[in-house]
């Protein structure tokens, strides 16, 4: 932990995908001797948002995104035993972001907001508190609960804090010289000409394109930005005291009983101080694209994201997939947990018995030791437990929120058939994933993705089911009604609403 000098800047996660300055604009270079380290504004920030490299000994906290595809890539062969995680398939959300301003116990309720975020990343997690003027900060590796403690708790005084969970972190970086588009923000607010601190922001966000929904800390404000196209959900609440409330879920809102008032807009820049609530728009204002794996697997069923209940979403689309893919079975059952909800609503629909066939195992970190003689799926089978009883001898319906790879849904059904299974009959609550994501989700190269590879009938061939069937596009349209424009649909359309870069 560091307080931080008046001059200095300490940058904790945002959540974005590869942001660029707008065209025409000078290149920037990110060198130590071509930036001023102390900015021409008078604020020490922290700002928290979606990709990262923990910097060490340095004001400057700035972290880098590390793409499953580098890890994951085409050509490197896995065997039938590989340990790889069950959740490595699934495009995976780099980031949860929360701010609370005007709470004595702000750095507490930001630890609580954390832990209903947790799903949106587990692999590191920061809290940044503001008390006379320092800015203290405390970063680290792991969940939660493994980062903080009563003691370090502590130490975060104030009633003005920001944090987040994420995925992926990589150590590398130092002030002012670092491969983050968390730089280039704060570069583009220090070097703005507008002299108030809210135009500096707009200045500032009004030079990049891409996804992001951030919050950050000044000494005495809490700012929250979220790009003009809305990507990414960005809440805002407030609690019974009156303390201001941001957070990437209404989930994290519920927990530490703050009121949800309405979403940061997109394109909305909305400042908190002493004299109130401030808000102030983007220039541009391009049709909204909200990320539609938000509603498929991202956020927790009980949320409501971007005005939709994600429980009713994945319901219905469960429902869909019964009439529009019928088949005789004897139960449902369900990939735990994206897969449950529209399990459930498939069941019901169909007028046939869901039960947990599948036992997800919680305990499971990302690595275990395999013994000497291997064991076939063994990273499948750390994760999820056959139920003999409820599967010996039936018909199967399996539910699953999407199909990435291939790698695991094939080891799944392999689980079900030497449980027992008389057939599996997979249904996927989403259409077929045909392209990787540019806004702010790790997700393999179009390359690796199975969808690009073979069609539906090779797929089911090649996974040994009985059965395979997607939600159709145009379903999905449809069920969302008059929403329907505002959703980005890239990933299955190949359509990317910001043109990706090299």
């Known amino acids: 932990m560091a307080a931080t000098k008046p001059s200095s800047i300490f940058a904790s996660p945002p959540r974005h995908t590869p942001i660029h300055p707008t065209p025409p ?4 270079s990110f060198c130590v001797k071509t930036l001023n380290p102390k900015p021409p504004f008078p604020h020490k920030t922290a700002l928290s948002y979606s990709s990262v490299s923990r910097a060490h000994n340095t004001s400057l906290t700035v972290y880098s995104q590390n793409p499953i595809s580098d890890i994951f890539s085409a050509h490197k062969q896995y065997p039938d035993d590989s340990s790889v995680d069950c959740e490595d398939e699934k495009p995976r959300e780099e980031c949860g972001v929360v701010g609370i301003y005007g709470d004595p116990e702000a750095s507490r309720l930001c630890y609580l907001a954390l832990h209903a975020l947790q799903h949106r990343g587990q692999e590191g997690a920061g809290i ?30 104030g009633d003005l804090a920001i944090g987040h969970v994420r995925a992926m972190l990589e150590e590398n970086g130092s002030i002012f010289n670092t491969t983050s588009d968390t730089e280039v923000v704060l570069h583009l607010i220090a070097n703005s000409k507008d002299r108030p601190f809210l135009l500096r922001i707009v200045e500032a966000c009004e030079q990049l394109e891409g996804a992001y929904s951030m919050v950050f800390v000044t000494e005495d404000k809490l700012v929250a930005v979220r790009d003009p196209h809305g990507f990414r959900p960005l809440v805002m609440g407030r609690r019974g005291n009156g303390a201001v409330v941001f957070a990437s879920e209404i989930c994290a809102l519920d927990l530490i009983e703050a009121t949800y008032e309405r979403e940061v807009y997109p394109g909305e820049v909305v400042v908190v101080d002493k004299e109130g609530v401030l808000s102030q728009c983007l220039w541009s204002r391009p049709q909204p694209k909200q990320c539609i794996f938000e509603h498929i697997y991202f956020s927790q069923p009980n949320s409501v994201v971007f005005g939709r209940s994600v429980y009713q979403t994945r319901l219905s689309i469960g429902e869909i997939l019964a009439t529009e893919s019928p088949v005789e079975c004897d139960v449902v059952i369900a990939v735990p947990d994206s897969g449950v909800v529209a399990a459930l609503g498939y069941a019901a629909k169909a007028g046939v018995p869901f039960q947990q066939g599948l036992i997800r195992s919680h305990y499971v970190g990302r690595t275990f030791i395999e013994p000497s003689q291997k064991i076939r799926d063994f990273g499948v089978k750390l994760k999820l437990s056959p139920v003999r009883a409820m599967l010996e001898g039936k018909r199967v319906v399996v539910v699953d929120d999407s199909i990435v790879r291939g790698t695991t849904s094939s080891k799944i059904v392999r689980l079900l058939k030497e449980a027992g299974a008389k057939e599996v009959h997979m249904r996927i609550a989403s259409p077929p994933i045909i392209g990787s994501c540019y806004y702010g989700v790790d997700t393999p190269s179009a390359e690796e993705l199975i969808s690009n590879k073979m069609k539906v009938e090779e797929m089911r061939e090649a996974m040994g089911l009985d059965s395979l069937a997607y939600l159709r596009f145009d379903s999905l349209k449809k069920m969302l009604g008059k929403q329907s424009p505002n959703f980005c649909y890239a990933c299955f359309t190949g359509d990317y609403p910001v043109k990706p870069r090299d």
Request: aromatic share 2%.
């Open 25 to 28: 604009q000078t290149t920037l």
């Open 128 to 157: 940044v508190c503001v008390k006379g003027n320092v800015l203290q900060t405390i970063t680290g590796m792991g969940l939660v609960s493994e980062v903080f403690n009563q003691s370090k708790l502590d130490k975060l005084p």
